[in-house]
């Protein structure tokens, strides 16, 4: 079951972030994942199972490499909540004034 604090608390990491952003444009593997953070492979494949536990990053294999993409659902998940919570939020607002 997706968990939002956890999904957030993984979006928090700068590193993770930096990651995240970089698959923005497609499967990547770790190696190069790496080399364009400037972070070591064993760093890497530590924010990537942090990010794949909450659903953030999915990987695919082929042959010996491991690719890495974004999981397109999370994002939508974020989305339909952030839509519901400015609508409370702000219409809570709204009743106040």
């Not at 999981?71 to 219409?91: S, T």
Request: hydrophobic fraction near 40%; include cysteine.
């Amino acid at each position: 079951m997706w968990c939002l604090a956890d999904t957030l608390k993984a979006l928090g990491d700068e590193s993770r972030l930096k990651i995240v952003k970089m698959l923005q444009e497609g499967k990547l593997p770790v190696g190069e994942i790496a080399q364009r953070c400037g972070l070591s492979q064993p760093t890497v494949s530590y924010h990537l199972k942090i990010l794949k536990q909450v659903g953030i990053a999915i990987n695919n294999r082929d042959g010996k490499w491991i690719y890495y993409n974004l999981n397109p659902d999370i994002f939508v998940y974020l989305a339909l909540f952030m839509q519901y919570r400015k609508r409370r939020w702000f219409g809570i607002r709204c009743r106040e004034q």
